[in-house]
């Protein structure tokens, strides 16, 4: 039986440089908070916390002060800076850089609105905390659409800024940016900035091949992951033998029966180290 890993699954480079800073923090001793689980997949966050990295959540963040917190990727809104000012918390930034310059760009469209009720639109996951960062940067007035459907709640009248959560689907964002083209009164503006990471656009097109290529396909992603969602269901379009797992206790073992190829493949927040576990507790059992 052939298993192979998918060399292009595993964490992205801003998840990467997240737990790099953690790690360099862990190692220097003290404690260290992190705002929010620092990925989306349960087994890497049991990892970081055995090397003492504590995650907290908003609410405790707000009591915290003289204390050292890790920002993770998805990023934060200026609110939480704020917090961390006036409590005297040291920030350990890893936002990723591609969040970062979306977030600065909807900052500046938001304070330099020509058009007193032009709608600035966030096509994501509500209360994703990629998305609420974005929010963030409008004192909470943008609006949030998670589908092609919530698009027709806009109001068209009025001029429209549309951006993106970086890790949603490419081919959903242009069908929403026509819809509006299609939609919009010829008297408002319309403007829409693909905003989404080509890291993860381009996940698409070779998860897809990579699927299609095995008799059998493990998804390996934490029930949290926004991105693992979308790429499970793309495997799962190419090859109805996909199984989503979290991790080994997961496998049904009765799927290996006559299968020649499994492919283990996962999400931008999936580690490495998971998916070669499953690889060899499965070589283990056919042996």
Known sequence: MKIEIDNGSGFCHGVVTAIHKAEEELAKGGVLYCLGDIVHNSREVERLSEMGLVTIDHGQFNQLHNAKVLL?????PPSTYETARQNNIEIIDATCPVVLKLQQRIHNA???KT???VQIVIFGKNGHAEVLGLVGQT???AIVIESLEEVKKLDMTKSIRLYSQTTKSLDEFRKIVEYIRQHISPKATFEYYDTICRQVANRIPNIRQFAAAHDLVFFVS???SSNGKILFHECLSVNPNTYF???VHEIDWDL???VQSVGICGATSTPKWLMESIQEAILQKIE
């Open 72 to 76: 993770r990727a998805h990023g934060e």
């Open 110 to 112: 938001y304070n330099a």
């Open 115 to 117: 058009e007193p009720d």
């Open 139 to 141: 004192q909470g007035e």
């Open 222 to 224: 934490g029930k949290k």
């Open 245 to 247: 797992i979290d991790s």
């Open 256 to 258: 290996l029966q006559g």
